[in-house]
């Protein structure tokens, strides 16, 4: 039997971190699941299906709603990318926003349609809400099938819920990190279901 041990401070810290971090991106998708679900009436019969629906519910969520307009990074090494010369040490800039709206990936790109991902195999440089590539040796989440799985429950019970949208500001500005709609999403149950 293996013996415990307490982690040291940073291990300790890294790791809460780890938890905290997930959990309130799907609260921030949640709230965005709402602004959805308002500006987008007609997705809701389907998302209470759960299921695959869900699933691509929240592929777009993730896709259209920009939690992080952008991350960023510094390079740490001397590189060239597409001809262009990077020294270590500089701040590299992923535009998430521009990517995840790119008409060139994307269809009708400004236009939120969770059928795009119905049928559809996500390579790991197309849809890149946080971080892209291969969660072994990349900067996308490892837990990321996870958060999408408690996030299609959750936008599930979201659809089943009777409620009225409060009056609110509901903008997003791309220039709050992470962004979100101003007032939130405030909701007021009509039932006691």
Known sequence: MARSRELDVRTAAVE?????RPTVAVC?????AGHALHMCPQYRQPL???????????????????????????????LTYEGEDIPAGSLVLL?????????????????FDPRRFLDHEIGEWELV?????????????PGEPFTVAILAELCTRL???D??????????????IPAR???GFVLVPTSRH
Do not use: K, M
Not at 16 to 20: E, F, G, H, R, S
Not at 163 to 176: F, H, K, P
């Open 16 to 20: 809460l971190l780890n938890v905290i």
């Open 95 to 111: 535009d998430l926003y521009g990517q995840n709206h790119d008409s060139r990936l994307w269809t009708d790109p400004y236009r």
């Open 129 to 141: 809400p946080q971080g892209a590539g291969d969660p072994h040796t990349g900067h996308r989440c």
């Open 159 to 161: 659809a089943h819920l």
């Open 28 to 32: 921030w998708f949640v709230a965005y």
């Open 48 to 78: 209470q299906a759960g299921g695959e629906f869900a699933v691509a519910f929240a592929h777009e969520l993730r896709r259209f709603y920009p939690f992080a307009p952008f991350i960023g990074g510094r390079a740490v090494q001397d």
């Open 163 to 176: 409620y009225q949208v409060a009056e609110q500001d509901l903008t997003i500005s791309l220039s709050r």
């Open 181 to 183: 709609p101003r007032s």
